[in-house]
């Protein structure tokens, strides 16, 4: 066991951040450009140390040490790939006032929805028997009992519609996948096996920005049209998860994520409060440094019961802090 558990923490991901300089680029004959790039360790995220004579860098928020020696293995990546999957619409003011316009818009609308094939569907079912590694966003309605009560079931059914439907954009903005919608839930996976950096840094965005459409899209739009404001729970973690098909011959049956991490992401998503954003360690110790100083652990109390697989002690859940403040509303 301790063997397996050795090759398992040997697999774990590890994010180094860098300061990028271009030296020197060149067009090659294909149309592509290649550029020499100086890479230097993060000074916002590192400290310099030294141990037993050689220089090495400690994270000053995971507080994981890295030899100087480790970092010859990037010299190994010439030629190799950048992964980059910057968000569709990166301008979030923009992408607010769009939204908020388009709920205007289109208000007296149905909202309509025909049954197509999800765009995710063939990526499960390449990937169907297979361990793969994903970012996962649990994101739900707060209010939904209290409003069910106090509106007509077709207002109280446009609601829960609009918020799924604002949430599912956001999850596509930042080059996600909807995995499902539970209820009033919208459950929102990043493929992250290639490009894990990318997809943890996107993820912990998409859940910023979507407080900021429930706070400054939905219930300004909601006031406005004097219906009770909404609030949201938003729960994140990444982890190896199995894909596939699940239900019953000749009943039911479709592809799906099933492993520790997502009942682990639902579970940090319920313990989460009033428009708070939670995460796992495992998300945090692979966000950018940037976003890691908007962090700060959080004791849960002895409701919270989750483990760490390898280690079996308390799992570490972090909220996140940052905010998207919007100041071009009126321009």
Same mark, same amino acid.
């Given at each position: 066991?301790?063997?397996?558990?050795?090759?398992?923490?040997?697999?774990?991901?590890?994010?180094?951040?860098?300061?990028?300089?271009?030296?020197?680029?060149?067009?090659?004959?294909?149309?592509?450009?290649?550029?020499?790039?100086?890479?230097?360790?993060?000074?916002?995220?590192?400290?310099?140390?030294?141990?037993?004579?050689?220089?090495?860098?400690?994270?000053?928020?995971?507080?994981?040490?890295?030899?100087?020696?480790?970092?010859?293995?990037?010299?190994?990546?010439?030629?190799?790939?950048?992964?980059?999957?910057?968000?569709?619409?990166?301008?979030?003011?923009?992408?607010?006032?769009?939204?908020?316009?388009?709920?205007?818009?289109?208000?007296?609308?149905?909202?309509?929805?025909?049954?197509?094939?999800?765009?995710?569907?063939?990526?499960?079912?390449?990937?169907?028997?297979?361990?793969?590694?994903?970012?996962?966003?649990?994101?739900? !309605?707060?209010?939904?009992?209290? @409003?069910? &009560?106090?509106?007509?079931? +077709?207002?109280? %059914?446009?609601?829960?519609?609009? *918020?799924?439907?604002?949430?599912?954009?956001?999850?596509?903005?930042?080059?996600?996948?909807?995995?499902?919608?539970?209820?009033?839930?919208?459950?929102?996976?990043?493929?992250?096996?290639?490009?894990?950096?990318?997809?943890?840094?996107?993820?912990?965005?998409?859940?910023?920005?979507?407080?900021?459409?429930?706070?400054?899209?939905?219930?300004?739009?909601?006031?406005?049209?004097?219906?009770?404001?909404?609030?949201?729970?938003?729960?994140?973690?990444?982890?190896?998860?199995?894909?596939?098909?699940?239900?019953?011959?000749?009943?039911?049956?479709?592809?799906?994520?099933?492993?520790?991490? !997502?009942?682990?992401?639902?579970? @940090?998503? &319920?313990?989460?409060?009033? +428009?708070?954003? %939670?995460?796992?360690?495992?998300? *945090?110790?692979?966000?950018?440094?940037?976003?890691?100083?908007?962090?700060?652990?959080?004791?849960?109390?002895?409701?919270?019961?989750?483990?760490?697989?390898?280690?079996?002690?308390?799992?570490?859940?972090?909220?996140?802090?940052?905010?998207?403040?919007?100041?071009?509303?009126?321009?």
């Amino acid at each position: 066991m301790e063997k397996v558990n050795q090759e398992k923490e040997k697999k774990r991901a590890m994010r180094m951040d860098f300061i990028q300089e271009v030296v020197s680029s060149r067009k090659c004959k294909d149309g592509t450009t290649e550029f020499v790039m100086k890479w230097t360790p993060n000074p916002k995220r590192y400290d310099f140390i030294e141990i037993d004579g050689e220089v090495a860098f400690k994270d000053r928020f995971t507080g994981i040490v890295i030899h100087e020696s480790a970092l010859k293995n990037i010299k190994m990546m010439h030629g190799a790939p950048i992964f980059y999957s910057p968000p569709k619409q990166p301008d979030y003011c923009s992408y607010l006032k769009g939204r908020k316009a388009e709920l205007l818009g289109h208000w007296d609308e149905k909202y309509p929805l025909m049954d197509t094939q999800r765009p995710f569907d063939g990526f499960l079912s390449k990937l169907r028997g297979k361990d793969t590694q994903i970012v996962i966003l649990y994101v739900d !309605m707060e209010g939904s009992t209290r @409003i069910s &009560s106090e509106v007509d079931p +077709e207002t109280n %059914l446009k609601i829960i519609k609009i *918020f799924l439907m604002q949430m599912a954009k956001v999850i596509d903005n930042f080059r996600g996948y909807v995995l499902k919608f539970v209820g009033d839930c919208a459950i929102g996976i990043f493929p992250a096996d290639e490009n894990f950096t990318s997809m943890s840094d996107n993820a912990i965005q998409a859940a910023m920005i979507m407080r900021s459409v429930v706070e400054d899209v939905i219930n300004t739009v909601f006031v406005e049209k004097r219906l009770p404001p909404i609030g949201c729970h938003i729960g994140l973690d990444i982890g190896s998860v199995r894909v596939d098909k699940v239900g019953a011959l000749d009943v039911a049956a479709f592809d799906d994520l099933i492993g520790y991490s !997502m009942n682990l992401t639902a579970k @940090i998503q &319920s313990h989460a409060g009033h +428009e708070e954003i %939670l995460l796992g360690r495992n998300l *945090f110790e692979l966000l950018h440094c940037r976003w890691q100083e908007h962090c700060e652990k959080v004791d849960l109390g002895q409701t919270w019961t989750m483990k760490e697989p390898l280690s079996g002690c308390t799992y570490e859940v972090y909220r996140f802090l940052g905010k998207w403040v919007c100041k071009c509303w009126d321009k």
